[in-house]
């Protein structure tokens, strides 16, 4: 007869004997040292709510030591070491090893929503040789793909997670990153191009840190973190595996595949393990809100929550007043939200709202906006459709500051939309082996978001990305408004539209890819013509509607929407079949 084993006991929320310390160390490992001393740590749940493995900080410390002198014997100092970052303690252990071996570890993706394996490999073959790595280490299971990728780099060694151990070492051997040198290489999701390896410091990295635990968070020592974003994103790695550290936090870790199968379990661990902090993109709130109907009565309890964070992506308000009306009843408070805005080129946070206050939605007359670059408020007689309503995403943490520029590089007004700058202590030196791009991100000391928004009252609201606003006859039209405006008709895929601009010689013209359910012909003519309606009255232009199967959109490793991938798709001419199926008549049966 087989007896089950004992569960595993997660990690406590609060340290017994530690005195609290809320950041203020100067390199990653001095942290970790100082958490070691306690008995919180990390904790890693599956499907079931079941934890799987747990890491405290004192065990961390120990496996990231010795991993480090084995590390350390094999590969020259400041070496960078490219990981997959499985949401496991295996990862975890690697990326501090590399902290107390001086090696810089880049962070990649796991084989998510990449384009199959095909693009899974040319993904993490740009990472590998663009980091010139030493090694590339992952899952066992995943070996293969990493071969093949670290085939394009002739130096870079392929090891598992399984294999570390097995290395020979000297007890001692390593030498730790000082307050002087690197910390990692973060790699941008490559939303636009080869992506591009953003250099993190010890010092703009802890500067970070201590900002978002101390003025950000306000953590305190009874704070519990519940996370399921990807640890080769900022918004996870940063913000959900070394800010929990700096404030000796737990954290409660739901794998991002499990999320998506299962978005009220990330609701469960926070119910079962009281976290007071969770953060996601919009999209994961609203997820979660459409299941909410599937939750157990009592089984969801969301009190203990008092930062609900959303950043990653354009705060949309629809998603969070979705949330707080389905949860609401199970104890959340609305006033928990804060939106918040960074980006991995400032490590992570850039500013935070004030904490524990109702966010704010300004709601805006977009005819008037695109034509003038003002957000003018909406009035009590401007229609829906031209109404956009944008959140105010805080102000700029300590030591930090923004700026709104106009065309021609001065300061400009509140309620004016320009180009956002950023500029404090968080900002990275450049992009690793990059020094054109590099260059071309700053001017001075101030670095160039690529953003686009406005300031009210003293808060900053964001509007968009620069790069990926469309001009049609001297008017801006945001991609975004048009894309929710098409995932709102009926047989559209949502989170299956891409909005674009292409010029064929005549001038800029918008197509618009859309996904769509299994339809006879006779429906797909009326959704084109019904989409090109929704386009017409949003963007008031006319655009291609082009009507994609299932899963034709490109996403990057965090999982946003490529617009530039799948306008390149177009243009290579992947949609051709659908083009010819009556995609223009749609066009034309639109009077502007």
């Known amino acids: ?31 970790l040292d100082y958490a070691a001393k306690g008995e919180t740590g990390y904790n890693f749940f599956n499907l079931r709510g079941e934890v799987t493995s747990r890491l405290s900080y004192a065990d961390l410390r120990a496996r990231a030591v010795a991993l480090s002198d084995k590390l350390a014997a094999r590969f020259e100092r400041k070496a960078r070491i490219a990981v997959v970052a499985e949401t496991s303690p295996e990862f975890i252990t690697v990326f501090y090893a590399c902290q107390y071996a001086g090696l810089a570890p880049a962070p990649m993706p796991m084989p998510v929503n990449l384009g199959g394996k095909d693009g899974y490999i040319q993904q993490i073959g740009q990472m590998i ?19 093949e990728a670290a085939a394009t780099s002739s130096r870079a060694e392929v090891l598992d997670f399984d294999s570390l151990d097995k290395l020979d070492g000297t007890p001692g051997a390593a030498t730790p990153f000082g307050a002087d040198e690197w910390c990692y290489i973060q790699y941008s999701s490559g939303s636009t191009s080869a992506p591009k390896g953003v250099i993190g410091t010890q010092s703009s990295v802890c500067a970070n840190l201590t900002a978002i635990t101390n003025y950000g968070l306000y953590a305190n020592e009874d704070d519990r973190a519940a996370s399921w974003l990807p640890l080769y994103h900022d918004m996870g790695l940063i913000g959900f595996m070394l800010a929990p550290l700096f404030a000796q936090m737990t954290v409660d870790y739901l794998a991002t595949s499990d999320f998506v199968r299962r978005p009220l379990m990330w609701l469960r661990l926070m119910t079962e393990h009281a976290a007071t902090i969770t953060y996601s993109p919009s999209f994961g709130y609203d997820l979660a809100a459409k299941r909410a ?119 400009i007004g509140e309620r004016q939309v320009g180009r956002i700058f950023i500029k404090g202590p968080s900002l990275t030196p450049g992009y690793y082996s990059d020094p054109s791009a590099s260059a071309a991100m700053y001017d001075g000391d ?108 490109v996403m990057t490793s965090s999982g946003k929407l490529s617009r530039a991938k799948v306008k390149q798709k177009y243009l290579d001419g992947a949609f051709a079949q659908e083009r010819d199926d009556a995609a223009r008549p749609a066009v034309a049966e639109v009077r502007v």
């Open 129 to 147: 040789a663009g980091a010139d790595a030493a090694a590339v280490i992952g899952p066992a299971a995943l070996r293969e793909f990493l071969e």
């Open 1 to 31: 007869m087989s007896v089950n084993p004992d569960p595993i006991t997660p990690t406590p929320s609060r340290n017994l004997q530690l005195p609290f310390k809320n950041g203020d160390f100067a390199t990653v490992v001095e942290a």
């Open 446 to 553: 101030w670095l160039d978001t690529g953003d686009m928004g406005y300031f009210l009252n003293g808060q900053i609201v964001i509007t968009g990305r620069a790069k990926d606003l469309i001009i049609i006859n001297g008017r801006n039209i945001w991609p975004q408004d048009i894309e929710w405006a098409v995932e709102s008709v009926e047989g559209v895929r949502g989170g299956g539209v891409a909005a674009f601009s292409v010029d064929d010689g005549k001038g800029e013209r918008i197509v618009v890819v859309a996904e769509r359910r299994g339809m006879n012909d006779e429906a797909l003519v009326a959704l084109k013509r019904e989409i090109a309606s929704v386009i017409q009255n949003a963007a008031g232009a006319p655009a291609e509607v082009v009507l994609a199967r299932p899963h034709s959109m």
């Open 293 to 411: 109907a599937r939750a157990e009565e009592g089984a969801i309890d969301l009190s203990k929550l008092r930062v609900a964070g959303i950043g990653g992506d354009m705060v949309r308000p629809e998603a969070l007043n979705a949330f707080s009306d389905a949860f609401g009843p199970m104890g959340f408070d609305r006033n928990a939200f804060a939106p918040s805005y960074g980006m991995a080129e400032a490590t992570l946070a850039v500013s935070f709202p004030e904490l524990g206050s109702p966010f704010e939605v300004d709601h805006v007359d977009m005819r008037h906006y695109t034509r003038s670059g003002v957000a003018q408020p909406a009035s009590a007689v401007t229609l829906p459709e031209n109404r956009r309503g944008f959140v105010l995403c805080g102000r700029p943490l300590p030591g930090h500051e923004i700026e709104v520029r106009g065309e021609n590089g001065s300061d």
